[in-house]
């Protein structure tokens, strides 16, 4: 899980400060505030990692089109450098031990930790970027390249714990860094006992591998579906994957669970398919009385999606019915879709959801992310689905036993300053639910409302007895 993330310099962002991330992380704010930059630097970093030119230090096409570099820096002046700071929790514990040491079968062991961090300084050119330095944490041990001050094409390496053995012979200087994250080849053919960076660099690659994203602007849905085999990693940007990933799940009987049946949490429901998960949800939410998936041919690849309003209604495509239920499918399908340890981005998700609806999407997420180690990013405008985020801290536990604190969900609200950058405040939840520093006009300004509302009675009152 994605557990801290800090900008300096990027876009909008001359710096976030410390973005804690909970299990349930979401960000509200106007328009051009600076939100959708705060998820499109998580989606470079993904698009990075994934980016086959090893010699890119950041990509920025793909998931997120950023442009070019002057682009991505604040200002869109390369005076100062872009600065990214991510810190996760590995699933296992990540073991640094010194080789050296274990061959003469001595206590080699330096840090064991689930708590890793990488923080790095890139130098922002019109066409280029290069990395000034970057310094990976394991635990409380640091591992850094730095560009050394009288040769800018020459980097040390260093540890704040850990004691580097050259091999002999290679006394020649380092290059410098190919992508933003990633040591050179050249650190462990000239070390003895740098091998182990590429575990750490690993446990950075999955941690940004695990990330999906889905957009505000989704497919609208089809009469029929053409199914083309194999299981797609996620429901993809604009939900195009949904029903794909649905038939994968069916085809590979894959089942979750929806909570547990009792406060102690000693047992879990009864798993179920996520077919049936997408139904109970849409059912939950009033949006429809029931959802399957019917294939057309023998061979499988041809489905199309019914679904009934009411218990006795007649089942009509889903081309039929609400536009809200087409654009809340993919989000549905995409939480139940997930895996342990995945990182989902969400922007907008209330998109065409009836109020009532949007309070309960809240509720889904909640599920997803406290009962299936699932983290959840949501870029919204919704007041409703904030206050049933609100509700359930309040309330401690709902549905299937789920339990909810107040560090399960982390709240931000983001606005731009006078000058046209942005700023973030972390809105204080306490154990009842309340935000204790409410920013002024958070969602409009209701009073202002009233008061024109009660000026223009006025008004028409006199007009008319005039």
């Not at 036993?401 to 606005?415: C, E, Q, S, T």
Request: charged share 25%; aromatic share 8%; hydrophobic share 40%.
């Amino acid at each position: 899980m994605l557990t801290r993330l800090e900008l300096a310099n990027f876009k909008s962002w001359r710096s976030t400060g410390r973005i804690e991330l909970a299990p349930v992380t979401a960000f509200f704010g106007a328009n051009s505030s600076g939100k959708t930059s705060i998820l499109q630097s998580l989606l470079m970093l993904r698009q990075t990692v994934e980016n086959s030119d090893r010699n890119q230090t950041l990509a920025l096409s793909g998931l997120a089109d950023l442009g070019t570099y002057q682009d991505i820096i604040y200002g869109h002046q390369g005076k100062s450098p872009l600065q990214i700071f991510l810190a996760w929790q590995s699933e296992e514990p990540v073991e640094v031990f010194n080789i050296i040491e274990r061959a003469r079968k001595k206590s080699s062991v330096v840090e064991e930790s689930n708590n890793l961090s990488l923080e790095t300084t890139i130098d922002i050119w019109s066409t280029q970027a290069s990395v000034r330095d970057m310094t990976y944490s394991v635990g409380e041990t640091t591992f850094s390249m730095i560009r050394k001050a009288d040769n800018g094409d020459e980097y040390d390496l260093s540890s704040n714990r850990y004691d580097f053995k050259r091999n002999q012979g290679r006394a020649w200087p380092l290059p410098h860094p190919t992508k933003f994250y990633s040591f050179p080849d050249q650190v462990r053919l000239y070390y003895q006992n740098a091998s182990f960076l590429s575990e750490i660099e690993f446990e950075f690659e999955t941690a940004c591998r695990n990330i999906r994203y889905l957009g505000p602007l989704r497919e609208d849905p089809r009469r029929e579906y053409i199914f083309s085999g194999g299981a797609p990693r996620d429901v993809g940007t604009r939900g195009e994957l949904a029903i794909s990933a649905l038939i994968a799940s069916r085809i590979s009987g894959r089942k979750i669970s929806r909570g547990w049946s009792a406060p102690n949490h000693v047992r879990r429901l009864r798993r179920i398919p996520i077919e049936q998960v997408i139904a109970q949800w849409l059912s939950e939410l009033g949006l429809i009385s029931s959802f399957e998936l019917e294939p057309l041919d023998d061979r499988g690849t041809l489905y199309r999606v019914n679904v009934k309003r009411r218990p006795k209604s007649t089942p009509v495509l889903l081309t039929d019915v609400g536009f809200g239920v087409s654009q809340v499918l993919p989000v549905l399908v995409l939480l139940a879709y997930a895996q342990s340890g995945d990182t989902l981005i969400l922007e907008q998700p209330e998109i065409h959801l009836h109020p009532a609806v949007q309070s309960g999407l809240a509720d889904i997420i909640l599920e997803t992310a406290l009962t299936r180690n699932i983290q959840v990013i949501v870029e919204s405008h919704s007041e409703h689905l904030l206050t049933r985020l609100q509700r359930r801290i309040a309330e401690a536990e709902f549905g299937n036993f789920v339990r909810v604190k107040p560090d399960d969900v982390a709240l931000y609200f983001a606005k731009q300053t006078e000058g046209g950058g942005s700023s973030l405040d972390q809105l204080e939840i306490d154990l009842f639910g309340n935000i204790v520093n409410w920013p002024e006009e958070f969602f409009g300004d209701p009073l202002a409302d009233r008061i024109a509302m009660l000026e223009a009675e006025r008004r028409r009152k006199v007009e008319s007895t005039a």
